[in-house]
C-alpha cells in the first residue's frame, strides 16, 4: 500500500526510540523526507546511524529540540525550512505518564504533565504552522492516549492532560481546517516498549517466554486481543492519518488499543 508521501516532508517529534522511531522508520520506506528531533544527541545519533544503515539513501534530519520551548522549536522549524524547503506533515510523539493516584500527586505533577501535553502539541504547531498552511496536504497528527477517554485512577494527573489534549486537538481540528491543515489523534493502549522489557527481565517465573509473560498481562488487564501493541502498529495508524490517504479525515481520533476500550 503506499501512502502517497514519496518527496514529501515529515516532522517527527520524539523520533529517536518507540513509536516515534518506528513512524520515522515507516515515512522513510516510502520515500518521505523526514526531520525528527528529541531531547538527546545521543540517542538521536543512535537512532540516525540505525535508520541510514537500513535506507542508505534517505533524506533525514536529526535535531536536538525541547518541544516545550517555543524558541527550541522555532529553531527546529527553521533548520527544517533550510534543509527540506516545508513541512507538509507534522506528528507530535512526546511525553510519558506520571503514575500515582490522587494523594501522592503533588502540585507540580498536575502543571508538568498538562504542560507536556497541550505544549509539548502547541508549541511545534505554532513553529510550523505557516509551514504546514502553504502545503496542499498540511496535516497535524498527535499521539494520545485511551485515558483520554478512559481514565486510570492510578494515573490521574496524565489521564485527565491527556482529556484536554484530545478536546484541544478536536477544536484545532476546526480552527485549522481553515488554513487547509488537517488536524487527527491516535489513542493508544498499551504498547511493547523497553520499559515492559525491563520489566520482563525481573519476572517471577524464568522459564516464562516473553509472548507466554507479555500475554499474561494482556489477560489480566482485559485486553481482548490477547497482547500489546507492536510499536509499528500506532506507527502504521499515524503515517495513515498524516498522509493524504486520509484526506477527508480531520478531528478524528483513532483508538489503538486492542479492543481495550470501553466505551462506544
Not at 26 to 48: F, I, P, W, Y
Not at 111 to 119: H, I
Not at 235 to 258: E, I, K, Q, Y
Request: glycine residues 8%.
Amino acid at each position: 500500500m503506499s501512502f502517497m508521501i514519496e518527496d514529501r516532508v515529515a516532522v517527527v517529534t520524539g523520533g529517536s526510540s518507540g513509536i516515534g522511531l518506528e513512524t520515522v522508520r515507516l515515512l522513510l520506506a516510502h520515500g518521505a523526507k523526514v526531520a525528527m528531533c528529541g531531547r538527546s544527541r545521543e540517542r538521536l545519533d543512535t537512532a540516525q546511524a540505525e535508520l541510514l544503515r537500513e535506507f542508505p539513501q534517505a533524506q533525514l534530519l536529526t535535531e536536538t529540540c525541547d518541544v516545550l520551548d517555543a524558541d527550541s522549536c522555532e529553531a527546529f522549524a527553521a533548520t527544517v525550512a533550510e534543509r527540506f524547503g516545508a513541512a507538509d506533515m507534522l506528528i507530535a510523539n512526546a511525553g510519558q505518564g506520571y503514575v500515582a493516584h490522587l494523594d501522592d500527586t503533588p502540585r507540580e505533577a498536575w502543571l508538568s504533565e498538562t504542560n507536556l501535553k497541550l505544549f509539548g502539541v502547541l508549541n511545534p504547531l505554532g513553529a510550523f504552522r505557516r509551514q504546514l498552511a502553504a502545503s496542499d496536504i498540511g496535516s497535524l497528527t498527535c499521539v494520545n492516549s485511551l485515558l483520554a477517554l478512559q481514565p486510570e485512577p492510578h494515573m490521574i494527573a496524565t489521564s485527565a492532560a491527556r482529556a484536554a489534549l484530545l478536546n484541544m486537538t478536536h477544536s484545532l481540528s476546526h480552527e485549522l481546517i481553515k488554513e487547509g491543515i488537517r488536524v487527527n489523534s491516535i489513542l493508544l493502549g498499551m504498547v511493547e516498549s523497553g520499559q515492559w522489557r525491563r520489566r520482563f527481565e525481573q519476572r517471577d517465573d524464568p522459564s516464562q517466554s516473553w509472548e507466554e509473560w507479555i500475554g499474561g498481562i494482556a489477560t489480566k488487564r482485559g485486553i481482548p486481543m490477547g497482547r500489546l501493541g507492536h510499536p509499528q502498529e500506532p506507527a502504521r495508524a499515524l503515517v495513515f492519518l498524516a498522509s493524504p490517504m486520509a484526506s477527508f479525515t480531520t478531528g478524528a481520533a483513532l483508538d489503538v488499543s486492542g479492543g481495550f476500550n470501553r466505551h462506544l
